[in-house]
């Protein structure tokens, strides 16, 4: 449980908070680069309380802006996009990607006042389809070299969706991996309607078994949980002892607002989630495979069976109760509103209200890894303010590496699940087109490390 004053402190996340200030230092993802339309590649959005527009200039760069002009405060977000930056169409201040204002057509001839006015600007990377910012203050970090963003495009499929939660909560939801056996327990090993890339991991056989994980779920209630604290944040193990083989699924709390969870043995999926404000976050769903490109025709098919676009809101959702269906509880599905996990997901955290009360919460040893992860997050905060180093921002190339973060979902013997999953991970990565290192130092490094805790 937290205090009332700690809950407050790491769920605010404005402009003059302690999280929003930590939160900042990190780049962020704002925005799908699908969301920029072709014609007029400008559009606002809201992250963190503050109100943005986000554009990409003549030269391809992008750059978020303050939505409301330096001027007189008109709305940025209907601005031209000409002659180098973005135009405000209210009196024709010119903004390049940097804020700097660099023309006021109405002011006399000759004025140099335009130079004296730097508008609020975030510099922004794309990378395979998703648009980052730097909302910090100082200088940025190196962009992060995990995997999905030095992957190729074609192995990386992206979405988000949008969650009537605070972003804390939601984040917890998806490092705590005892739910599995409850939330997604499908009474059936088959489903015939609604399937996404959450769920075609839960209907596959568990590899060199021929036991479906649904089975696996459902007939082991109570996994064995362990944590190791990383450079990177908390790797979670959930075991699952099914006799000749453990079941070992690895999921990671991504320092500050990340999880990297597995979606089978070959596919990894980082899920982001970004305050809009302190009572919605937007999860950015970042899926990449390593051998394989992503079939991505299909994965955007099926999120469209759950997701309206371009709001990229829920179809089942508060409003709706799901769409809860008691037969369907009794019969297919634990829950009952319907066979998509991240629905399932956003019922538990938006049930517990827009901002979760922790100070009348219960924790018991399935939460080991929230525990971990907050106390992570409330360390971040002190080495703010004595100006200790944060984890996962690095300015040197030979730091920023993240080999070790591995997310999977497999099977090992009994004796040897430490070193068979990491086994799994090398051996996936060396079989990649794009994964493996050219000495494999770092992966082989991974293993006797492993090999000796």
């Keep these: 449980m937290l205090s009332a004053e700690e809950n407050e402190t790491l769920t605010m996340t404005g402009p003059s908070t302690a999280m929003g200030e930590l939160m900042r230092r990190y780049w962020q993802p704002i925005l799908l680069r699908d969301e920029l339309p072709d014609i007029r590649p400008a559009k606002e959005v809201k992250i963190m309380g503050e109100d943005l527009v986000v554009f990409r200039d003549e030269q391809g760069r992008y750059a978020a802006l303050a939505r409301n002009c330096s001027h007189r405060g008109a709305d940025l977000s209907f601005g031209r996009l000409e002659d180098g930056g973005l135009r405000c169409p209210y009196h024709g201040w010119l903004y390049d990607a940097d804020g700097q204002c660099i023309e006021q057509p109405a002011e006399p001839e000759g004025s140099t006042y335009a130079t004296k006015v730097v508008h609020p600007a975030y510099p922004c990377q794309e990378r395979n389809g998703v648009i980052y910012a730097y909302m910090g203050g100082d200088a940025p970090p190196l962009f992060p070299a995990f995997d999905w963003n030095v992957a190729p495009e074609a192995h990386v499929f992206v979405f988000k969706a949008y969650q009537e939660a605070n972003w804390l909560q939601a984040n917890e939801g998806e490092i705590d991996p005892a739910h599995l056996s409850y939330l997604h327990r499908y009474l059936s090993d088959e489903m015939d309607d609604e399937t996404s890339y959450g769920l075609d991991q839960f209907l596959d056989v568990a590899e060199g078994t021929d036991i479906p994980v649904t089975r696996i779920l459902r007939e082991k209630l109570n996994p064995q949980l362990e944590i190791e604290n990383t450079s990177f944040g908390v790797r979670i193990f959930s075991l699952r002892d099914i006799g000749k083989f453990m079941h070992v699924r690895v999921t990671n709390f991504l320092f500050p607002n990340a999880a990297v969870v597995a979606v089978g043995t070959d596919w990894g999926l980082a899920q982001i989630h970004v305050p809009i404000d302190d009572q919605h976050n937007w999860r950015f769903d970042i899926m990449y495979g390593y051998r394989n ?65 922790r100070a009348v919460e219960h924790l018991g040893y399935t939460d080991k890894a929230i525990a971990a992860a907050r106390r992570m997050l409330l360390q971040g905060l002190r080495d703010i303010k004595e100006g200790g180093a944060l984890p996962n921002r690095f300015h040197d190339d030979t730091e920023n590496h993240y080999d070790h973060l591995v997310t999977i979902d497999t099977v090992s013997p009994v004796a040897e699940w430490r070193t068979g999953y990491v086994d799994r991970h090398v051996s996936r990565r060396n079989r990649s087109p794009w994964a493996a290192n050219e000495d494999g130092s770092r992966l082989e490094a991974l293993r006797l490390q492993t090999t000796t805790t």
Excluded: C
């Design 293 to 357: 490109p992503m079939d991505k025709e299909t994965l955007a098919r099926e999120r469209l069976q759950t997701y309206t676009v371009p709001d990229y809101m829920p179809k089942r959702n508060l409003s709706n109760r799901y769409g809860f269906d008691a037969e369907e509880q009794l019969t297919r599905t634990y829950i009952g509103i319907g066979s998509d996990i991240n629905t399932h997901d956003s019922w538990a955290i938006e049930g517990a209200g827009s901002i979760q009360n």
